[in-house]
Each structure stands twice: as structure tokens, then as C-alpha cells.
């Protein structure tokens, strides 16, 4: 079965939604290709405990706001799941699922987009995979030789999981400190980051977090001097949970091991710490293997974009990875300004 339409968008997480309202906006032909069997995205396989961490209101996409989480300051992640699934449903954005793209390659004038459902044939291409699907754990030495269990943040759920094992959570970023929070009370988490943990000032929330990337990119296009963005506030927001367990002295962070052996971690002052379990929680990098036929990687992987619009092949356009395809894209409030962007671009390429 092969289609043809004005634009493809791979992905019907928050940013491919996001493209799809601006899209159906301008009078553009698409179709959202999602491999999922369900809406929501990655916020369908977040852990149990996991909170936005902004308040509803500036948690939201285009044209329609996060309806308030009765009992909840900050939304859980099911209710971004709920709110997802309606906005998909409101608009009546056009998600075919689950469709797993394969490939997408070029075509003369059109890109081909090759799917284990057909193919598409179409003038423009969204990307908007993210980055959940392709979890990075470090090459630490001796990790094959650990006899426990390993898993990434994507697969961790609740601390009822490891309720009174030894685990060793590694990573300094939010999805570690929330994870060793919520582990310290049923089992005995030991907290391992690279350098000491940055946590910002309490009353710090997404809304500053988004208007510091924001200036910060805004101080770049126009040839000033770099504000450091959120990397200048620090790597961990204070959410209540993170907060509860840091005040009460259940949050400490140990440096980085040296290597991992058979029944746990050593460091390199001879010190170790016997483990179940080790939770890496050392982040992603973006799922373009779709794009891969395309031939588009610079020599240190990452694909050169103007904006969200490739460089080298201006037919394609990139969404919600992080802040190389706009600031905080890869946020709820972030990925809205940028899609409009790509939005337009492509409909003054099909129009």
C-alpha cells in the first residue's frame, strides 16, 4: 500500500501532536505515523511517582491548556497521558497506530516514507521521535560482570518493585533524584553521581526553567554573550518529593564508582557497596535511526539543523530532541513555538 500526501509526521507523542495542530491549521495534507498502540507517548511508560514539573497551566500545548489535576499542584504523568488523548481527540488529528516507520528515503521530488504498515509518499517530513525510545547506559568497566539486576529510568515503575533490595541509582540529573527519593523509604538506595548534585532553589519551576532556555537561545541568535540557559541554575528541580527526601537526609549523593564487580560497585579508595540492583539513570539520545538512509549524521551524529529545517535536506524537519531543535523542545510548553515554525516552513513548501 503506498499513500501520498503533503507531510508526514513520524511520531505521536507531544510534539508530533504538536506539529499536527499547527499543521491542520494552516490547511496542510498530513498524516501522524505512531508506533504506539495508544496515545500519550512516553508519558504512558514513565514511573508511577512521576509529576510535571510545572503547574498545568504552563504545561501545555498549542490551543488547548492542561486542565487543572484536582488535588495536584504539578500533574502526574497519567494526567498528561488523559490530556494527550484528548487533544489528539479534539482536534481529530489524523494518528495512524501503531505504525513503526523504518526508513525514509529519498524520491525525486518526494520523500518516501517506509513503514511495516506501507509507505508514504509526501513533500515534507516531520520527525518528532524524541528521545525515550533509546536509553544510553555509560560503558562503565566490569558491567557485564554484575550478577544483579540492571535496568534503565524507562523501565523502573515504583520502589514496591525493590522493596528492601540494595540498589544503586546512577546518574545526577532530575529522573536520578526523583528515582533515589522515591526509593529511599522502602529500599536502600545508594545515590552515585559524576560531580556533586546541583539542585535548583525551591521555588524554581518549569516556567523559569522554559524563559531561561528561552532567553538563552534568543541571546545566541543574536550574537550575545551565552547566558548558560537552565545548565546555569542547576541539573535537579526541587520537586516536593526530591525536597521531602533531601531535607530528611535520605538524598545524599556518593561520587561516581570506579568499576562494577560481580556483587556490586567499588570506588577507587578501595570502598564498596554490595547491590541488587543497579537503575541507570544516565539519559537518552534522540531515536533517528528512521532518518538513517538519508545520510544526514555530521561526524559527531547529530544532524545539522537550521531552526527544526535540516540543513541538508530542507524537505525534513526535526522536533522536540532538546534545545538544538528549539528551545525546550523536548518539554510540554517548549515543543509549541518551534512547531509552529516547522509548520509554517512546510506549508509554504506544499502550498
Known sequence: ????????????????????????????????????????????HAWDSLH??????????????????????????RHVVDYLTDYERRYNLPVHRPVRVEGVHRNGRLLRVEADAGTWRAEAVVSATGTWWRPFVPAVPGRSAFGGRQLHTVEYRSPRDFAGQRAIVVGGGNSGAQI???????????????????????????????????????????GRTDTGGVASLGDIVAVQPVRDARDAGALKAS???????????????????????????????????????????????????????????????????????GPASATLIGVGRPARDAARTVADLVL
Open 52 to 77: 510535571l514539573f510545572s503547574p498545568a497551566a504552563y504545561s501545555s500545548l498549542p490551543g488547548r491548556l492542561m486542565p487543572i489535576q484536582t488535588g495536584e499542584a504539578y500533574p502526574a504523568a
Open 1 to 44: 500500500m503506498t499513500q501520498t500526501t503533503q507531510a508526514v509526521v513520524i511520531g505521536g507523542g507531544q510534539a508530533g501532536l504538536a506539529a499536527g495542530y499547527q499543521l491542520r491549521r494552516l490547511g496542510v495534507d498530513f498524516v501522524i505515523l505512531d508506533a504506539q498502540t495508544q496515545a500519550g507517548g512516553a508519558w504512558r
Open 180 to 222: 533515589a527519593a522515591d526509593l529511599a523509604y522502602d529500599a536502600e538506595p545508594t545515590w552515585v553521581t559524576q560531580r556533586p548534585p546541583r539542585f535548583l532553589a525551591d521555588d524554581i519551576d518549569g516556567r523559569a526553567l522554559f524563559d531561561a532556555a528561552t532567553a538563552r537561545r534568543r541571546a545566541l541568535d543574536e
Open 255 to 325: 561520587p561516581m564508582f570506579v568499576r562494577l564487580d560481580r556483587g556490586g560497585a567499588r570506588w577507587a579508595d578501595g570502598t564498596r557497596a554490595d547491590a541488587d540492583v543497579i537503575i541507570w539513570c544516565t539519559g537518552f539520545r534522540p531515536a533517528l535511526s528512521h532518518l538513517a538512509p538519508l545520510g544526514l549524521r555530521g561526524q559527531h551524529g547529530h544532524i545539522a539543523v537550521e531552526g527544526t529545517r535540516s540543513v541538508d535536506e530542507p524537505r525534513l524537519h526535526l522536533l522536540g530532541y532538546g534545545d538544538w531543535t
